[in-house]
């Protein structure tokens, strides 16, 4: 039976079990990110992420969702492995480079009392052609700023975007009142998504913080998604809702998010943890 050494953390309540690519071995992360998950049989995560040497940036990153698919970014689990590699001493400097498969992101690490305690990551452009996203929709639609989607027999008006992973962003009156486990799955799976789709469910609070619940693709509801509160801002502000700056509550916490007007990027600060080391057997 081979041991495999791990680190449990958590950034704003999306928890995932982190594995140092460096020194382990994980020779089928898919069903290893199955396993490791259950929260019953497992160790009990959001997913699986390999912290894994790079050519090209400090450190790389591969993110495993509960259900075995890979993901191509995680804004959470990125500022989690910016502390990981800190911690572990994989690099000494507190502003570092990350390859994803989304692309190389630049974070800044935060400090209290002498520890990482988080990051603020440049997650790059928002990408709004539905082919990118990608989005089904005609050759001739522009953008998915509003796009009817109808689930259940109810019209929802969707703004989709990619912030490196499939966002639907949907605006509503009362997101406690949502059955998330019978909506998330109809949104995650629509035909509109020929990849699927994380779904942002967003209240407003004020022009500076909004409230989301998240469906995230091959997850379920988590308790916090950084590229959805990424996508819930810049929609918050396409359609005049919010300002380009704003708290994002989540059930895990706050995120607070920038949208630069001077260069496009959407920047996201918020915390990094970690919970426990342990030892897995495989």
Known sequence: MKKLH???????GND??????FEEHA???????????????GVGSDGLVLVLPSTIADVRMRMFNADGSEAQMCGNAARCVGKYAY?????TKDVLQLETAAGIKT?????GDGQVCGASVDMGLPELQPEKIPLALPPDALQGLSVPVEVDGRIYH?????MGNPHAVVFLDNIDALDLPLLG???????????????????MCSSIKIRMRVWERGAGETLACGTGACAAAVAGALHGHTARELEVELKGGVLRISWS???GHVYMTGNAATVFDGTYFI
Request: aromatic letters at 12%; proline letters at 6%.
């Open 16 to 21: 995932y079990v982190y594995v140092n690519g």
């Open 185 to 203: 799955p109809k949104f995650e799976n629509h035909a509109l998504f020929p990849q699927r789709t994380n779904v942002e469910f967003v209240q």
């Open 107 to 111: 974070m800044r690490l935060l400090f």
């Open 6 to 12: 791990f680190t449990k953390m958590q950034g704003t």
């Open 27 to 41: 020779s089928n992360p898919s069903e290893l990110a199955q396993k490791i998950s259950n929260r019953h049989f």
């Open 158 to 162: 969707i703004t989709a975007m990619s």
């Open 87 to 91: 911690d572990h001493g994989i690099v």
């Open 261 to 263: 007007p001077d260069n």
